[in-house]
């Protein structure tokens, strides 16, 4: 589970604006 959670927020810091927009909603 922790190795999930760390690469769930690695994609996050990797992810461009537009990815991380589209993930808030």
Do not use: N, T, V
């Not at 922790?2 to 990797?14: A, C, H, N």
């Not at 537009?18 to 993930?23: C, Y």
């Amino acid at each position: 589970m922790y190795i999930s959670g760390y690469l769930i927020i690695y994609r996050l810091i990797q992810a461009p604006s537009s990815e991380i927009e589209k993930l808030s909603g």
